[in-house]
């Protein structure tokens, strides 16, 4: 059985006993994945940390552009994340096919827990713009439903002095998208 495989049938005990024998542990299937992303995509921690300890690169993409990190972050694997942050070094020049980092579909898909622990981490960029323009913030406006979710990560990213003045690619700001979906709360939060 190969270590993919092993990950495949979330067989924690086999994928111990290939990583053991130092079987290669970024190997990547037919799709780019290597084995550290089908145990993020399945959310299985025990197996995730078992090949983060062994070594699996967290920025490795497949041939989508997903990373087990980008994928962490984006998709709400708050322990993953929590323990990828800890243990290995993301590189935040690696991006997802839309030019984003892993902090901006966290906040857009409502992940209040990954968005504070990336902003806690410091490492990605607040700031950083897609290949749309959309920061962070503006994502998590322009895209959402303005809910009490939204708002709380709303007010997570400008505590941690997120830039209101950034534009996307249709010359917006996030003010701009609070005022035209009439999300109120939040455009009161933005003109603080």
């Known amino acids: 059985?190969?270590?993919?495989?092993?990950?495949?049938?979330?067989?924690?005990?086999?994928?111990?006993?290939?990583?053991?024998?130092?079987?290669?542990?970024?190997?990547?299937?037919?799709?780019?994945?290597?084995?550290?992303?089908?145990?993020?995509?399945?959310?299985?921690?025990?197996?995730?940390?078992a090949l983060i300890d062994a070594g699996a690169d967290i920025n490795k993409q497949d041939a989508i552009?997903?990373?087990p990190y980008l994928y962490a972050g984006a998709q709400g694997k708050t322990e993953i994340l929590a323990y990828m942050l800890a243990h290995r070094e993301p590189d935040q020049t690696v991006v997802n096919r839309y030019g984003g980092n892993a902090l901006i579909p966290a906040a857009e898909k409502g992940h209040l827990e990954n968005v504070k622990q990336l902003l806690e981490d410091g490492r990605a960029d607040i700031n950083h713009q897609n290949n749309?323009?959309?920061?962070a913030l503006i994502e998590a406006v322009a895209l959402t439903d303005g809910s009490p979710l939204y708002q709380d990560?709303?007010?997570?990213?400008?505590?941690?002095?997120?830039n209101t003045e950034l534009r996307?690619?249709?010359?917006?700001?996030?003010?701009?998208?609070?005022?035209?979906?009439?999300?109120?709360e939040i455009e009161a939060m933005l003109k603080k």
């Open 153 to 162: 990560i709303v007010a997570e990213l400008l505590k941690h002095d997120a």
């Open 65 to 67: 552009q997903d990373s």
């Open 1 to 49: 059985m190969s270590l993919i495989e092993a990950v495949d049938q979330q067989n924690e005990q086999q994928v111990q006993e290939l990583l053991a024998q130092s079987t290669e542990v970024d190997i990547q299937n037919d799709k780019g994945e290597t084995p550290l992303l089908i145990a993020t995509h399945q959310n299985n921690v025990a197996i995730a940390k």
């Open 168 to 184: 996307d690619n249709n010359d917006k700001t996030a003010l701009d998208y609070a005022k035209e979906k009439g999300y109120t």
């Open 132 to 135: 749309f323009g959309y920061t």
